[in-house]
């Protein structure tokens, strides 16, 4: 869920047409404030996908080339709650810094990841991992 702030603001507004954006009131001014859902299936192991989700680093890959996306503390990242994790980007030419906290960690399940410091007014992004298969409800 992220809520939007100066030039970043564009990153929500790009909604993919799988994406639900639910209206819903939020501790922030609601008028401007987006809660997005997304659920992706992947014919993996449960510990596998969250390993390459939890590992910081791999935002690279799975990012837009054009943002210049970077993550700027060295690897390896000890992943659990409390760690910060420093990014760099770029959005239309603008160089951003953004900043994210690891609130909770529970492998292989779930993780969630808060903004302290980035181009968002509001960034909470819980991560929810199981087992069930697209084919049941």
Known sequence: MCARRGTAARLCGRARPHV??????????????????????LARPIAAVFAFFGDATNLEAIMSEWLRFSVIITAPIVMDAGTLIEYRLRWRRIPLRWTTLIEAWVPP????????RGPYRLWHHTHTFSRSSPLTS
């Open 109 to 116: 399940r779930r993780f969630v990841d808060s903004q302290p």
């Open 20 to 41: 639900r954006v639910l209206s819903e009131k939020l501790p922030v001014d609601a008028a401007r404030t987006y809660r997005i859902e997304r659920e992706q299936w």
